[in-house]
T-cell receptor, first 110, second 114 residues
Framework: QKEVEQDPGPLSVPEGAIVSLNCTYS??????FMWYRQYSRKGPELLMY??SSGNKEDGRFTAQVDKSSKYISLFIRDSQPSDSATYLC??????????WGAGTKLIIKP | ETGVTQTPRHLVMGMTNKKSLKCEQH?????MYWYKQSAKKPLELMFV???????ENNSVPSRFSPECPNSSHLFLHLHTLQPEDSALYLC?????????????FGPGTRLTVT
């Protein structure tokens, strides 16, 4: 079983839709959960992170962690074509290194 | 230059060639990383340097040889690669390798092995 599972997509939605991106993980010891965004021909960049369970909101983006079900979500409200990118979830392991999902490619259609 | 830069951006090499990838960070960080990114696969951490000392080597074949002369520069020396080594090689840096959660990435080097 992979430590972090993420559907590679692509996920294609119309502009303005609410997007839900998800990951599952296997290690209950993870405490920090990162979301990185990677545009085409660029390296990943940190979008936001959460600590333990709960929600964190930043503008149109909301990160949610449910540690009881080992489920991580990223919601994007009022999606824009500029949100088209690959989104990678990355919990932080006990040795402080990031454990990466495969990334979900998101396409927002104008 | 700002952030993390990588050269070259694209590289095509034969299986018998020797080449090097270069990474430079302008952020004053103390940790640098090499990752391999293949299509639809998770990023694979290859090497970590913390204050110029190698602290992680995730069972990477010896045909990949890292070098970190100082905290700002990182190299990946390549020799006798295999076609399955074709991928995007990403360099990243962070404040420290043992506690930071935010890593800053370069744009990557797209490597094709023929």
């Amino acid at each position: 079983q992979k430590e972090v599972e993420q559907d590679p997509g692509p996920l294609s939605v119309p502009e303005g839709a609410i997007v839900s991106l998800n990951c599952t993980y296997s290690n209950s010891a993870f405490q920090y959960f990162m979301w990185y965004r990677q545009y085409s021909r660029k390296g990943p960049e940190l979008l936001m992170y959460t600590y333990s369970s709960g929600n964190k909101e930043d503008g149109r983006f909301t990160a949610q962690v449910d540690k009881s079900s080992k489920y991580i979500s990223l919601f994007i409200r009022d999606s824009q074509p500029s949100d088209s990118a690959t989104y990678l979830c990355a919990p932080r392991g006990s040795n402080y290194q990031l454990i990466w999902g495969a990334g979900t490619k998101l396409i927002i259609k104008p | 230059e700002t952030g993390v830069t990588q050269t070259p951006r694209h590289l095509v090499m034969g299986m018998t060639n020797k080449k090097s990838l270069k990474c430079e960070q302008h952020l004053g960080h103390n940790a640098m990383y090499w990752y391999k990114q293949s299509a639809k696969k998770p990023l694979e951490l290859m090497f970590v340097y913390n204050f110029k000392e190698q602290t992680e080597n995730n069972s990477v074949p010896s045909r990949f040889s890292p070098e970190c002369p100082n905290s700002s520069h990182l190299f990946l020396h390549l020799h006798t690669l295999q076609p399955e080594d074709s991928a995007l090689y990403l360099c990243a840096s962070s404040q420290r390798g043992d506690s930071s959660y935010e890593q800053y990435f370069g744009p990557g080097t797209r490597l094709t092995v023929t």
